[in-house]
């Protein structure tokens, strides 16, 4: 079904070799993950299975990358598309509509589907994904792991052969991401292969036939799961961890009193849609890392932008150490690391990111800052790099490098890890923990249990009704940062 035979691929202009000598079998109904540190080649070789490369990025390609028993030197990416389908990191990145009905109908038009067969087809993915209830909203609106959702059931409602999915848990709760695996294990079953790239790897464990672990553009172990538990491989390649605990329920949680950051009255609704905060009060500590949860869409994300003044509160007032602020000086105060990070990047270099946040806030760039941030992030190689050529994880490094240079009271990081290998995860892991002990508010948004686990000392658990408390775990304000 999937086949690599000697495959060495270099990009236009590059003078490096981005995957040397790339050999793989998958055959219908086996699944595969390729994991590796960030910048080890593993969204090349999905770029070359899909065909993007050499079609789309051009570039020298040598061996030979056959799916479903054809060259996809022979035949376009159209049509090498009719026995392949690809779930990327950022799903709104193949989106072409602006609702879930037209998005999903959207390739069937394309390929001249009778409109009677479109129907059927988008009401049985809608069903096999759980998405009937979102069959008519806007794509905008939604939350990333909804999108993500949207976009695997536009996928298979096509029929692939081959399923290639690029960091699926990334934007999914640990219960949709139970749930993905348990659909992944049906498509199985069902025949279809599947081509996994993941930097977490816990929820795997079932699925999985072969592992792939590439460094520096080559495959340097193809081994089983269970052979990823031994603790020395997974550092010596940057791995994360084969098994996680879920702390969630064993935080206290924060509560409407007491706390150097508070907001009362909150009240917000996007247009047309019912309210996601009414009446919602909460105080936030210093000093601690608060773990923001709850499950996709229920207003995490539209929290973060309302308490840094980048979404407008329709009533409620927000204090800092007792002092009311507006939402413009809380743009001042605040920090917020978005899911998206390509929302966040606009110069022509790493470093002139860093340089214009630093210039933005004083009368030049500090440029000492910044080259010990960029060291301390593990990007001063990457210095003089466009930004969006940089990987998913060393954008998220980046963005998060600017966020905390900034030295802000409120600092959030929305799905700060998406992306992120075992090695870059543990030096966020500890930038977050240092950042709150210089008393700093650090809200995580996150579903990566491994990270929870690692940083937080208290959560803030949203739910449909607001603020889930448990009295018997309630935050003590007084007692000493972890």
């Known amino acids: ?40 080649g593993k969204s090349t070789l999905i770029r070359l299975a899909n065909g993007l490369a050499p079609h789309y990025f051009q570039g020298d390609l040598k061996g030979q990358v056959v799916v479903a028993g054809t060259d996809n030197a022979d035949r376009p990416i159209h049509a090498i598309g009719h026995d392949l389908g ?9 989106f072409f509509a602006l609702n879930v009905t037209d998005e999903l109908a959207f390739a069937h038009e394309w390929r001249n589907t009778p409109p009677n067969l479109i129907k059927e087809r988008i009401m049985a993915a809608a069903q096999q994904f759980g998405l009937l209830e979102l069959l008519e909203s806007s794509i905008h609106e939604l939350s990333e792991g909804q999108k993500q959702k949207i976009a695997l059931a536009g996928i298979m409602s096509l029929g692939p052969k081959l399923l290639i999915l690029d960091e699926p848990s990334a934007n999914l709760d640990p219960e949709a991401t139970r749930e993905l695996a348990l659909m992944l294990a049906d498509l199985k079953k069902s025949g279809v292969t599947l081509l996994i790239v993941d930097h977490r790897l816990y929820w795997l464990r079932d699925l999985i036939d072969q592992v ?159 080259a010990a941030i960029m060291q301390e992030f593990n990007i001063a190689h990457l210095a003089d790099r466009h930004p969006q050529s940089l990987s998913g994880g060393e954008k998220q490094r980046l963005v998060i490098a600017c966020a905390v240079i900034r030295q802000p009271d409120i600092l959030i990081l929305d799905e700060p890890t998406s992306g992120l290998d075992g090695a870059n995860m543990a030096v966020i892991a500890e930038t977050i923990t240092r950042f709150a002990r210089r008393g700093a508010c650090v809200l995580v948004i996150s579903h990566d249990l491994e990270l929870l686990e690692r940083v937080c000392t208290c959560r803030m658990e949203l739910c449909s009704t607001g603020l889930k408390t448990d009295n018997t775990k309630e935050l003590n304000h007084e007692q000493p940062n972890n």
Not at 22 to 39: D, K, M, P, R, Y
Not at 86 to 94: A, C, I, R, S, V
Not at 334 to 341: E, G, K, R
């Open 1 to 40: 079904m999937l086949r690599f035979t000697d495959v060495t691929y270099s990009y236009p202009f590059s003078d490096k070799q981005a995957v040397e000598q790339i050999s793989l079998h998958a055959e219908a109904g086996q699944a595969l993950l390729c994991t590796g540190s960030s910048g080890c």
């Open 86 to 94: 690809t779930l990327f990191q950022d799903p709104e990145q193949q």
């Open 212 to 370: 792939l672990v590439m460094e520096n553009g080559r495959i340097v172990k193809q081994i089983p799961f269970a052979e990823l538990d031994d603790d020395a491989l997974r550092e010596r390649y940057g791995l994360r961890n084969t098994s996680v605990h879920d702390r969630r329920g064993q935080l206290a949680c924060v509560t409407s009193h007491s706390g150097a950051i508070s907001i009362s009255g909150l009240t917000f609704a996007y247009q047309g849609k019912a309210p996601l905060f009414t009446d919602f009060s909460v105080a936030l500590p210093k000093g601690m890392v608060i773990g923001i949860i709850g499950t996709n869409g229920v207003g995490k994300t539209t929290f973060a932008r309302l308490i840094t003044g980048l979404l407008p509160m329709k009533c409620g007032n927000i204090s800092i150490d007792g002092k009311p602020v507006t939402p413009k000086e809380l743009m001042h105060r605040s920090s917020i690391v978005l899911q998206n990070t390509d929302h966040q990047l606009h110069m022509h270099t790493v470093r002139k990111e860093l340089e214009a946040v630093t210039h933005h806030h004083a009368d030049r760039a500090d440029t000492v800052a910044v």
